[in-house]
């Protein structure tokens, strides 16, 4: 027997939650919303009645609810209000009461537990009917039907006269607000592409439309079961789902990261170390040969900038964006699995997607109930960390289009039927993209060959191009460290599987080059630490190091030659200085920060932005896939057509524009080229074949 009952939750209220009753019965009073009662179970239940009172809730939360209610309602106030109706919501519960999504089992149903997740996808809010009206249509009595399940039961018949005809009426039924979720266990707790789980929750009254796709939230309520199948046709299996009775949204970022004491110590201790640039770059993908600046950007990358917000109200990333653009088979796909193992925080997946929603998110219509959903992608569940996007280059044309605003406002708007939201989206993006020629082709802009616009492109902060061109020295290197990892490998597997014939030692000297120097589990927690203890400030000296870079680089500027370097390119240099400087843990960003920038920055640059005809670096080329000297050339040729078209009516001759184009001193290949080009952007058109006219004026 237990001790549970209306009066003793009476009794539980007045003592512990007088003040927050009279708050809600003036709330109701003044005619405000919220029917609803929190009692933070670890802190008052676990105290009142030895804690007995609050295991019986736990394990059998239907009929000690309905007490809890009871007594809430038998509460007095100062207002004199009823309380009749309102919810006593409960939240915190014991650490042992927490339940991981993938642990739930028959033994949970009818148990109240604490679920922890991420919110995946909400439906819109509903009424639901809980107490359905029938009209009797002989003696016109109103039967009352008590409603569980989504489908709606119906009398058998009139309770006063037995007669059976009966029509519905639902302006006299009972509803509440209704939602659905669907909330899926953490990402970064997936490891190897494991599918994540997820449960349904439905929540109704005031908990409907609090929460938002991406929320991070713990669910408390009850586990029930429902038998699969529709209609009349039910199986014997069961489909779990929750029946929310509170929901508390987790605001901090990586609390889920328990920093010791002793952790701080080695964290501490690694900070000062000499090389700790060099020892991340070496426990970064260690088996991957190679790539150390792509590794220290990717470094750069896990610590992040500092996002600020301007006292304008403007609000600027802390984010890096970082694009690998590259020949098939250079470890694009290896290196982005890594980063998935080591950030605090990250999602992974493929441009084209696994779910609806793809990289942003998206409204569907529900299949069953014809309800609208609204899916969070892979950058709104990767909010407050890293999203990794493999393929990015064959991502949808929705996503494309979604892409600018979540990588520079960081959030995705969605407005379609009844759904308008706006989604946080947070996080960095690491994406690796092939090239659609297959290899990548060093006079191609990138643009073009990976089919992202320039204005999508220029959101990154740093694009790389990995390339596999034959280099003897460089070969013989990444053949010999490849070939050792897979003899490790194998006398590993041999060790556990066979026999020890290989020693500890033999084994661990092999395994020097290829083993992480900060190990994986301390690393992310050292990163987790610098995110949120490091706020880094620019040194004078740094701020003025910056500036002379700009400045040298726009003074190289002729008049006339290509701008090189864009305000896009100054933020990003501070960004990355921010995280370098997080990286030592130290509060001010200093020179050797900027010059760190400034060398990855220039190499990023010298691959994606160098104009082979000049040498010289030019950003538009790098985005647009127009050098300064090819938006010249188009300008005369337009020019000319410009010059020509009073004297031909039917269009120019294109013998006549490439013979003036020669004399301007532009080849007649290139200038067939452009004009070629031209016709493809629909900037000029052929009245007839080879002769032609400008769309629009000069
Ligand atoms: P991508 O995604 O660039 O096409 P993958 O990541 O699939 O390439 O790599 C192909 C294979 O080649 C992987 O098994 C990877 O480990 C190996 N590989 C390529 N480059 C290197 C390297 N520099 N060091 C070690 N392994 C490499
Ligand atoms: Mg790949």
Redesign the pocket.
């Known amino acids: 027997m237990g001790i549970s009952s209306p009066a003793l939750w009476t009794e539980f209220f007045e003592r512990y939650y007088r003040e927050e009753i009279n708050k809600l019965a003036y709330k109701i009073k003044s005619g405000g919303d919220g029917r609803s009662i929190y009692v933070n179970f670890v802190k008052d239940l676990t105290i009142f009645q030895e804690g007995k009172l609050g295991e019986e809730l736990i394990e059998n939360p239907d009929e000690v609810l309905q007490h809890a209610e009871k007594g809430l309602a038998n509460v007095t106030n100062i207002y004199g209000v009823s309380l009749e109706g309102c919810k006593p919501r409960f939240y915190s519960l014991p650490t042992a009461r927490k339940v991981l999504i993938r642990d739930l089992r028959a033994q949970h149903i009818g148990k109240f537990v604490a679920v922890e997740g991420i919110v995946r996808k909400v439906t819109e809010v509903r009424p639901r009917i809980v107490e359905a009206a029938f009209a009797c249509l002989n003696c016109g009595s109103i039967n009352m039907v008590q409603q569980e399940d989504s489908q709606l039961r119906q009398p058998f018949e009139c309770s006063k006269c037995h007669t059976k005809r009966l029509i519905f009426l639902p302006d006299s039924s009972v509803s509440v607000d209704s939602q659905r979720l669907k909330v899926q266990e953490y990402p970064e707790n997936l490891r190897g592409g494991e599918q994540p789980q997820t449960i349904d929750v439905v929540l109704e009254g005031d908990l409907a439309g609090s929460v938002n796709p991406g929320d991070r939230v713990v669910i408390n309520g009850i586990v029930r079961a429902k038998p699969r199948g529709l209609g009349q046709r039910k199986l014997t299996h069961m489909d779990l789902y929750l029946e929310g009775n509170s929901i508390e949204v987790l605001h901090q970022e990586y609390e889920e990261f328990e920093i010791t004491e002793k952790d701080r110590e080695m964290i501490m201790q690694l900070a000062m170390s000499e090389d700790i640039y060099g020892k991340i770059v070496r426990s970064i993908a260690p088996?991957?040969?190679?790539?150390e600046d792509v590794k220290l950007a990717i470094a750069l990358q896990l610590f992040g900038g500092v996002p600020k917000k301007l006292p304008d109200g403007t609000e600027i990333r802390g984010d890096i964006h970082i694009l690998l653009v590259?020949?098939?088979?250079?470890?694009?796909?290896?290196?982005l699995r890594y980063v998935h193992r080591i950030a605090p925080r990250s999602v992974y997946t493929t441009g084209k997607g696994t779910t609806t929603a793809g990289l942003t998110a998206t409204a569907v219509r529900d299949e069953v109930d014809g309800r609208w959903t609204l899916e969070a992608g892979a950058l709104v569940l990767a909010d407050k960390g890293v999203a990794l996007v493999?393929e990015i280059d064959k991502m949808r044309k929705e996503d494309r289009s979604a892409l600018h605003e979540a990588l520079e406002q960081q959030t995705i708007s969605i407005a379609k039927a009844g759904i308008n939201a706006i989604l946080r989206a947070r996080c960095a993006l690491l994406g690796?993209a092939?090239p659609k020629y297959g290899r990548f082709e060093k006079y191609t802009p990138i643009a073009e060959q990976i089919e992202m616009s320039p204005t999508l492109l220029s959101r990154f902060d740093l694009i790389f191009v990995?390339t596999d061109e034959p280099d003897e020295e460089r070969d013989r290197k990444?053949v010999d460290?490849?070939l050792q990892?897979h003899q490790l490998g194998e006398m590993v597997e041999r060790a556990k599987n066979v026999s020890a014939e290989y020693s500890e030692d033999v084994i661990r000297a092999k395994a020097v080059r290829i083993e992480p120097e900060v190990n994986p589990e301390l690393l992310r927690k050292y990163i987790a630490y610098a995110r949120k203890t490091v706020y880094p400030i620019l040194t004078d000296e740094a701020k003025k190091r910056i500036e002379d870079f700009y400045l040298s680089l726009r003074s190289r500027v002729k008049e006339n030659s290509p701008v090189p370097i864009t305000a896009r390119q100054l933020e990003s240099i501070v960004r990355l200085a921010e995280a370098s400087a997080r990286v030592r843990l130290s509060d001010r960003v200093e020179v050797e920060d900027v010059d760190r920038v400034i060398r990855i920055m220039e190499k990023s640059l010298m691959q994606i932005a160098v104009d082979p005809e000049t040498g010289e670096i030019d950003i538009d080329l790098a985005y647009s896939g127009t050098s300064k000297r090819q938006r010249d050339r188009i300008m005369v040729i337009k020019k000319i057509i410009e010059n020509l078209e009073p004297s031909y009516e039917k269009g120019v001759p294109e013998e006549e524009i490439l013979a003036e184009a020669e004399r301007e001193g532009i080849e007649r290949s290139r200038a067939k080229e452009i004009l070629s080009k031209l016709k493809q952007h629909g900037e000029v058109y052929t009245p007839r074949y080879g002769h032609y006219r400008l769309v629009t004026k000069v």
Do not use: E, M, T
């Open positions: 088996s991957i040969y190679g790539h590259g020949d098939p088979g250079v470890a694009k796909s290896q290196l493999d690796a092939n990995l990444l460290h490849i990892s």
